[in-house]
């Protein structure tokens, strides 16, 4: 399914809710982000029916990287629109592998977050928030 931020059209599954979980997806102080259309993006999707933000961002991030997440060390970032952000640890070293919503992932550390320019500046701040330690 396409999922654009901000393009609520027909092409969202009838079962997605308008809700989106994102997060910050990291490890060892590193990040991990999408390519698309708009430039880098943080993991994340739309909350199915019934589903809890736990099981939405752990099916959305094992959909669009590959990697498991320790849902035990999410801790909520801030929340903008209907969007709620996230930081959370992957679980093991993985192969990373991008879905075919995104043509590109890549693992950031705060220093090369700083210097990123092709990057929503919410999502910008968020990251930088995550690895600085000051969303703990």
Same mark, same amino acid.
């Given at each position: +399914? ?13 079962? $997605? ?8 997806? +990291? ?9 698309? &259309?708009?430039?880098? %993006?943080?993991?994340?999707?739309? &909350? ?44 093991? $070293? ?5 879905? $075919?919503?995104?043509? $590109? ?13 092709? @990057? %929503? &500046? ?5 990251? @930088? ?8």
């Amino acid at each position: +399914h396409t999922r654009y931020i901000g393009d609520w059209s027909s092409d969202v599954c009838s079962s $997605d809710l308008k809700f989106v979980v994102k997060a910050v997806v +990291h490890r060892s102080g590193e990040a991990v982000l999408l390519l698309n &259309k708009n430039g880098w %993006d943080l993991p994340g999707g739309h &909350k199915k029916r019934n589903e809890g933000d736990k099981e939405a961002l752990k099916r959305e991030v094992q959909e669009e990287t590959g990697l498991e997440i320790d849902v035990a060390t999410m801790k909520e970032l801030g929340r903008k629109g209907n969007k709620t952000f996230y930081q959370v640890e992957y679980t093991s $070293d993985a192969f990373m592998q991008h879905s $075919d919503e995104h043509t $590109d992932i890549q693992s950031y550390t705060l220093e090369q977050i700083q210097d990123l320019d092709n @990057i %929503d &500046k919410t999502f910008k701040n968020l990251l @930088i928030k995550a690895l600085s330690g000051e969303g703990e």
